[in-house]
């Protein structure tokens, strides 16, 4: 079983979207970074950055102790085994694109790959959002707080702790 502590952004869904297409046991643990949430001594003992997505397989590869491993593409490659991880790793990205006002339309390529990806059904299943999560498919507007708790003096102060 692989816990996958998770957040909707492109890198949380590269995540999930290879777990799903691995067909591999794991559980979501969602996090709300506006809230802070990711702040926390919890996740400190997953990722001392703590930065997500994270996993932790209690059933390793090769046996042993549950195995913490986070940063995506650490991520993929450990779940990837014998898949290819490319489409994983770039698709969210290119989802993303909407959030800063780039229409995809103008690379016709871009646009039809992504269209292929979109009705994978594990893609379907691992990148679906909570209707309740902050990012769902909008553009965002973070009050001061909110900034403190990605980037600023909130997620400094915790790192440091």
């Not at 591999?24 to 506006?34: A, Q, S, T, W």
């Not at 001594?41 to 195995?67: E, K, Q, Y």
């Not at 992504?114 to 009705?119: K, L, T």
Request: glycine share 8%.
């Amino acid at each position: 079983m692989i816990d996958l502590h998770f957040v909707s952004t492109p890198n949380g869904h590269k995540v999930s979207i290879m777990l799903a297409e691995t067909g591999l046991e794991h559980r979501v643990i969602p996090y709300n970074l506006l809230r802070g949430e990711h702040l926390g001594d919890a996740l400190a003992a997953i990722n001392p950055n703590r930065r997500l997505p994270a996993i932790v397989d209690h059933d390793p590869i090769g046996g042993g102790a549950p195995l913490a491993l986070f940063e995506s593409g650490a991520i993929l490659l450990y779940l990837a085994e014998d898949y290819s991880i490319a489409d994983m790793a770039c698709w969210p990205w290119i989802r993303a694109a909407r959030a800063i006002d780039i229409d995809i339309a103008r690379w016709p390529a871009i646009k039809a790959w992504y269209g292929r990806i979109a009705q994978r059904p594990a893609v379907l299943a691992g990148a679906a959002v909570p209707e309740n999560d902050p990012a769902a498919g909008r553009v965002m507007t973070l009050n001061p707080d909110q900034w403190s708790a990605l980037f600023g003096e909130r997620m400094l102060n915790a790192v440091r702790s």
